[in-house]
């Protein structure tokens, strides 16, 4: 936990300007909900937030095991912050192998509540300890607080009428109840979450409600932790606030940009982890306007968003990256007919199946270039939870403006990770509105618009504007099957140039620090966190170090060869093997330092930080 912000009082509380908690245990241990439980409670409380949800890809990951550990970890804080944290100050281990695989993360001195009951001969040789870790001295730089927490639920619950089966589901509130007690947490918001889940199952509220009482009330009356700490609300700016998550706020931008362009959302999509949630969202918002169709493959599902633009809707499929790869043949249909298409990648580790549950931005190059013959497409990415909402408003405007399919690129930790929304006010929201072709006088299907060279959008059965379509090339200005090499190369430059020109319509970067100086950052994605973090860090170090972070991937903003102009080095963290990197190098023959991390976790701080050190030294 970071430096008090003010002395130990005589009641052995103190003040934090901020704190990391983590939940690990099996994924039958509920460490999803409990973590989501902390989380909201804390945005109640007003606190700034940031949460990493990290799960196994197995639906029934072996017990007791590493690879079975499901931890959520969050940073709660009383200023801005970006991420979910470095390293846990507090870790709640339900079994040894949570212990095992979390406990390099926590800081010195850093408190473990360790559910002793699962310390047994069985588990501990499942997670790899000859001897119990809570006996031997391989914790004694650690604040280890043991508790027999299926023991004492049971005790708690002995009366509930409840079998032994429910009384043990209900542990991982008796440890949340800890640390809210901990942390000064209210119970309030949880017990009426419970009692609204649980409305009818009353005896499974009730249990649960007792058991996170006792949780707190043991801390309370046997005195467990030295003392008690208290995160105060964060100064953030004035307005309603949620707590949102990647996936929900993503969504919410879809149907907003529908609602303000006047057009139907429909959503074509097979079901993908980690975007499979933005479908079940969807599907929620039929009075809205939404049509949700979930298709027997990711062929038919993008086909039909494609179908959909055809006939004047807003047409949008969402996927991960092996969906993406079935997608390309159809996202080339759509640059060939020119129609307005939002295709959503929620990114995760690769290649084929490769790592479902785990974070990665290695799509970008398939973004870019995952087609046969010269298919440019406008490419967004949204940078943190929050900014999913924004990012997919603007996919959507560059589709309708420019009559072309958008590649929107998220990725599983901002899909599923989750922090404090401002809700937009609706009257700043873009104007989007739509103005399809009606009129038959002078129409041809590929006229081109004189500022963005869009062609026209005629839905079919208006009368007049019946035209030919489909992925062979086409005619200039007629829209005609053309198999005419001179017009072909015609129509190769002017599609490119069209998703040139969205670059007039997109604002210029802004560097974050120093505006010039040593060391230039480049961020796109869900590294915006940790590289602001880090460059906090080596300004106040007294380094000259500036941050940009890109939203536009295709094109790029207007101003972006002169910000490069202006450091001396210039860093690109990635979760991948340097993609950004490689395309940067080749639009603005730079020399530029790449700085890979492909382990399905996002960065920290700190590693950033250092490779910025290293780069300073030389």
Same mark, same amino acid.
């Given at each position: 936990?970071?430096?008090?912000?003010?002395?130990?009082?005589?009641?052995h509380?103190?003040?934090?300007?901020?704190?990391?908690?983590?939940?690990?245990?099996?994924?039958?241990?509920?460490?999803?909900? +409990?973590?989501?439980?902390?989380?909201?409670?804390?945005?109640?409380?007003?606190?700034?937030?940031?949460?990493?949800?990290?799960?196994?890809?197995?639906?029934?990951?072996?017990?007791?095991?590493?690879p079975?550990?499901?931890?959520?970890?969050?940073?709660?804080a009383?200023?801005?912050?970006? +991420?979910?944290g470095?390293?846990?100050?507090?870790?709640?281990?339900?079994?040894?192998?949570?212990?095992k695989?979390?406990? $390099?993360d926590?800081?010195?001195n850093?408190?473990?509540?360790?559910?002793?009951?699962? %310390?047994?001969?069985?588990?501990?040789?499942?997670a790899?300890?000859?001897?119990?870790?809570?006996?031997?001295?391989?914790?004694?730089? #650690?604040?280890?607080?043991?508790?027999?927490l299926?023991?004492? +639920?049971r005790?708690?619950?002995?009366?509930?009428?409840?079998?032994?089966?429910?009384?043990?589901?209900?542990?991982?509130?008796?440890?949340?109840?800890?640390?809210?007690?901990? #942390?000064?947490?209210?119970? !309030?918001?949880?017990?009426?979450w419970?009692?609204?889940?649980?409305?009818?199952?009353?005896?499974?509220?009730?249990?649960?409600?007792?058991?996170?009482?006792?949780?707190? *009330?043991?801390?309370?009356?046997? !005195?467990?932790?030295?003392?008690?700490?208290?995160?105060e609300?964060?100064?953030?700016?004035a307005?309603?606030?949620? *707590?949102?998550?990647?996936?929900?706020?993503?969504?919410?931008?879809?149907?907003?940009?529908?609602?303000?362009?006047?057009?139907?959302?429909?959503?074509?999509?097979?079901?993908?982890?980690?975007?499979?949630?933005?479908?079940h969202?969807?599907s929620? &918002?039929?009075? &809205?306007?939404?049509?949700?169709?979930?298709?027997?493959?990711?062929?038919?599902?993008?086909?039909?968003?494609?179908?959909?633009? %055809?006939?004047?809707?807003?047409?949008?499929?969402? /996927?991960?990256?092996?969906?993406?790869a079935?997608?390309?043949?159809?996202?080339?249909?759509?640059?060939?007919?020119?129609?307005?298409?939002?295709?959503?990648?929620?990114?995760?580790? $690769?290649?084929?199946?490769?790592?479902?549950?785990k /974070?990665?931005?290695?799509?970008?190059?398939?973004?870019?270039?995952?087609?046969?013959?010269?298919?440019?497409?406008?490419?967004?990415?949204?940078?943190?939870?929050?900014?999913?909402?924004?990012?997919?408003m603007?996919?959507?405007?560059?589709?309708?403006?420019?009559?072309?399919?958008?590649?929107?690129?998220?990725?599983?930790?901002?899909? *599923?990770?989750?922090?404090?929304?401002?809700?937009?006010?609706?009257?700043?929201?873009?104007?989007?509105?739509?103005? %399809?072709?009606?009129?038959?006088?002078?129409?041809?299907?590929?006229?081109?618009?004189?500022?963005?060279?869009?062609?026209?959008?005629?839905?079919?059965?208006?009368?007049?504007?019946?035209?030919?379509?489909g992925?062979?090339?086409?005619?200039?200005? +007629?829209?005609?099957?053309?198999?005419?090499?001179? *017009?072909?190369?015609?129509?190769?430059?002017?599609?490119? !140039?069209?998703? !040139?020109?969205?670059?007039?319509?997109?604002?210029?970067?802004?560097?974050d620090?120093?505006?010039?100086?040593?060391?230039?950052?480049?961020?796109?994605?869900?590294?915006?966190?940790?590289?602001?973090?880090?460059?906090?860090?080596?300004r106040?170090?007294?380094?000259?170090?500036g941050?940009?972070?890109?939203?536009?991937?295709?094109?790029?903003?207007?101003?972006?060869?002169?910000?490069l102009?202006?450091?001396?080095?210039?860093?690109?963290?990635?979760?991948?093997?340097?993609?950004?990197?490689?395309?940067? =190098?080749?639009?603005?023959? =730079?020399?530029?330092?790449?700085?890979?991390?492909?382990?399905?976790?996002? %960065?920290?701080?700190r590693?950033?930080?250092?490779?910025?050190?290293?780069l300073?030294?030389?």
């Amino acid at each position: 936990m970071s430096a008090p912000a003010a002395e130990e009082s005589k009641n052995h509380s103190e003040r934090l300007v901020e704190a990391v908690v983590r939940f690990a245990g099996d994924s039958g241990d509920g460490m999803q909900l +409990t973590g989501g439980q902390f989380t909201s409670t804390s945005a109640l409380v007003g606190n700034d937030l940031a949460t990493l949800p990290d799960f196994p890809a197995e639906i029934r990951a072996p017990a007791g095991t590493l690879p079975g550990v499901s931890a959520y970890q969050v940073r709660i804080a009383n200023y801005d912050i970006h +991420t979910p944290g470095d390293a846990p100050d507090v870790l709640v281990a339900m079994n040894p192998a949570a212990l095992k695989k979390s406990i $390099g993360d926590l800081k010195p001195n850093g408190i473990v509540i360790a559910n002793t009951d699962e %310390f047994h001969k069985g588990n501990l040789k499942k997670a790899g300890y000859e001897v119990s870790p809570l006996e031997d001295d391989s914790l004694a730089g #650690f604040r280890v607080v043991q508790a027999e927490l299926g023991k004492m +639920t049971r005790e708690v619950l002995k009366d509930s009428g409840l079998d032994s089966k429910a009384q043990s589901r209900c542990k991982n509130f008796l440890a949340l109840g800890m640390v809210y007690w901990l #942390f000064s947490r209210p119970l !309030e918001p949880t017990i009426q979450w419970l009692e609204e889940k649980f409305a009818k199952k009353p005896e499974l509220a009730a249990a649960n409600v007792a058991v996170l009482r006792a949780g707190f *009330n043991y801390c309370d009356t046997i !005195e467990v932790f030295q003392t008690r700490y208290e995160v105060e609300p964060a100064k953030l700016p004035a307005g309603t606030y949620r *707590n949102v998550m990647g996936n929900v706020a993503l969504g919410l931008g879809l149907v907003a940009a529908s609602r303000r362009s006047g057009l139907p959302l429909f959503l074509g999509s097979y079901p993908i982890t980690p975007a499979s949630d933005i479908l079940h969202q969807l599907s929620g &918002y039929k009075n &809205y306007g939404v049509v949700t169709v979930q298709a027997e493959d990711e062929i038919a599902a993008v086909s039909a968003a494609i179908g959909a633009s %055809f006939g004047g809707a807003l047409g949008v499929t969402t /996927t991960s990256g092996p969906g993406l790869a079935l997608k390309s043949e159809a996202i080339g249909l759509a640059v060939m007919t020119e129609l307005p298409l939002v295709v959503v990648n929620i990114q995760r580790g $690769g290649p084929s199946t490769g790592l479902p549950t785990k /974070t990665e931005q290695a799509d970008l190059l398939q973004a870019m270039f995952g087609r046969n013959g010269e298919s440019p497409v406008p490419i967004v990415s949204c940078s943190s939870p929050a900014d999913a909402f924004d990012a997919a408003m603007e996919a959507c405007r560059i589709a309708i403006r420019y009559m072309t399919p958008v590649i929107l690129l998220s990725d599983g930790y901002i899909a *599923n990770g989750s922090e404090p929304w401002r809700l937009p006010d609706l009257a700043s929201l873009p104007d989007l509105r739509v103005e %399809f072709r009606t009129d038959p006088e002078g129409f041809q299907p590929y006229m081109r618009d004189p500022e963005t060279l869009a062609r026209p959008w005629a839905i079919p059965g208006t009368a007049g504007l019946e035209h030919r379509i489909g992925g062979l090339e086409k005619e200039d200005v +007629t829209g005609n099957v053309s198999y005419d090499p001179v *017009n072909h190369e015609k129509m190769i430059h002017l599609r490119a !140039e069209k998703v !040139e020109r969205i670059a007039r319509t997109i604002p210029d970067v802004v560097i974050d620090g120093d505006q010039e100086g040593q060391i230039l950052l480049i961020g796109w994605g869900s590294t915006q966190g940790a590289i602001t973090g880090a460059v906090r860090l080596a300004r106040e170090e007294g380094h000259k170090v500036g941050y940009i972070h890109l939203r536009h991937l295709n094109p790029f903003p207007p101003n972006l060869a002169d910000v490069l102009s202006r450091f001396e080095k210039v860093l690109i963290p990635e979760i991948n093997m340097g993609q950004l990197a490689l395309i940067l =190098r080749a639009k603005f023959v =730079r020399d530029l330092v790449s700085l890979p991390k492909v382990q399905g976790k996002p %960065f920290y701080r700190r590693e950033i930080l250092a490779k910025m050190h290293e780069l300073l030294e030389a």
